[in-house]
C-alpha cells in the first residue's frame, strides 16, 4: 500500500519561496510518476506540475513555468516542488499524486494517479 504525505507549506509574503516535499511509503518509488496539484476553494484541482519516474522529463501548467521546480530523490523516496516568486494567485491546498508507470510516459490527467497525499495549505499575501 503507497502512502503520500506533504510538508512545507505554510503563509508568506508575494516574492517569497517555499518547497514543497512529498514522502512516498511503499516500495517502488521510482516505478511512479510523480504530480504536483493544486485546489483552490472553490475552484477544481488543477494540474501543476508532473516528473517521469526517471526524473528526465518535467512538464508544468504555464501559470508556474519558470518559476516552479519539480524534482525527486529515488534514494530518498521523496518528490520536491520548489517555488520561487510566489504569486497570491498561487494560493491553494497542495497535493502530490503517484501514478504507477511501467514506462516514462507522464500523465497530468489526474485521473491517471492512483494515489493522493492529504494535501499542505499554501497561502500566499499581497
Known amino acids: 500500500q503507497v502512502q503520500l504525505t506533504e510538508s512545507g507549506g505554510g503563509l508568506v509574503r508575494a516574492g517569497d519561496s517555499l518547497r514543497l516535499s512529498c514522502t512516498f511509503s511503499g516500495i517502488a518509488f521510482n516505478e511512479y510518476t510523480m504530480g504536483w496539484f493544486r485546489q483552490d476553494p472553490g475552484k477544481d484541482r488543477e494540474y501543476v506540475a508532473v516528473i517521469a519516474r526517471n526524473g528526465l522529463w518535467k512538464y508544468y501548467t504555464d501559470s508556474v513555468q519558470g518559476r516552479f521546480t519539480i524534482s525527486r530523490d529515488n534514494a530518498k523516496n521523496t518528490a520536491y516542488l520548489q517555488m520561487n516568486n510566489l504569486e497570491p494567485e498561487d494560493t491553494a491546498v497542495y497535493y502530490c499524486?503517484?501514478?504507477?508507470?511501467?514506462?516514462?510516459?507522464?500523465?497530468?490527467?489526474?485521473?491517471?494517479?492512483?494515489?493522493w497525499g492529504q494535501g499542505t495549505q499554501v497561502t500566499v499575501s499581497s
Open positions: 499524486a503517484a501514478d504507477f508507470a511501467p514506462s516514462t510516459i507522464v500523465h497530468i490527467a489526474q485521473d491517471e494517479y492512483d494515489y
